[in-house]
């Protein structure tokens, strides 16, 4: 059995077409089953992912990707966004002083956005949103 990498136009599709039909997935790895049964059913060598579909997921409009995160102990520096790699910018406010003081980080790209303790993602959920 050769294994088959489906296109990434084909797996949008797909992740379109299991988001439609149950609205919201709860877990990364409910979504990747799901898109792989479907996938399957065109081709059985088809394989994909957990981190390629998220990945695919993150890029539909259509589809708002949420993380919970874990709670840390101690204040650690964000470099890219636990969910999709794309840059982190601080998330500042000023305090009494009129000094600047950091309050967390929030991703340029995608809807993460973390306290000074929430920081990596432990579960994901993927939900549809309908276009207007």
Same mark, same amino acid.
């Given at each position: 059995?050769?294994k088959k990498?489906?296109?990434?136009?084909?797996?949008?599709?797909?992740?379109?077409?299991?988001?439609?039909?149950? !609205?919201?997935?709860?877990?990364?790895?409910?979504?990747?089953? !799901?898109?792989?049964?479907? @996938?399957?059913?065109?081709?059985?060598?088809?394989?994909?992912?957990? =981190?390629?579909?998220?990945?695919?997921?993150?890029?539909?409009?259509e589809i708002? =990707? $949420?993380?919970?995160?874990? $709670?840390?102990?101690?204040?650690? $520096?964000?470099?890219?966004?636990?969910?999709?790699?794309?840059?982190?910018?601080? @998330?500042?406010?000023?305090?009494?002083?009129?000094?600047?003081? !950091?309050?967390?980080?929030?991703?340029?790209?995608c809807a993460?956005?973390?306290?000074?303790?929430?920081?990596?993602?432990?579960?994901?959920?993927?939900?549809?949103?309908?276009?207007?």
């Amino acid at each position: 059995m050769d294994k088959k990498i489906p296109s990434k136009a084909k797996l949008e599709d797909v992740v379109m077409q299991v988001l439609s039909s149950h !609205l919201k997935v709860n877990s990364q790895e409910e979504l990747s089953r !799901l898109v792989l049964k479907r @996938l399957k059913r065109e081709n059985k060598d088809y394989v994909a992912s957990p =981190v390629r579909v998220k990945r695919i997921a993150l890029d539909i409009p259509e589809i708002e =990707v $949420k993380a919970k995160t874990k $709670k840390t102990v101690r204040l650690q $520096k964000i470099n890219k966004c636990p969910i999709c790699h794309s840059k982190i910018e601080p @998330l500042e406010v000023k305090n009494l002083a009129d000094r600047k003081v !950091l309050i967390g980080y929030q991703c340029t790209s995608c809807a993460y956005q973390s306290d000074l303790e929430a920081f990596m993602p432990m579960k994901y959920s993927f939900v549809y949103r309908q276009t207007r």
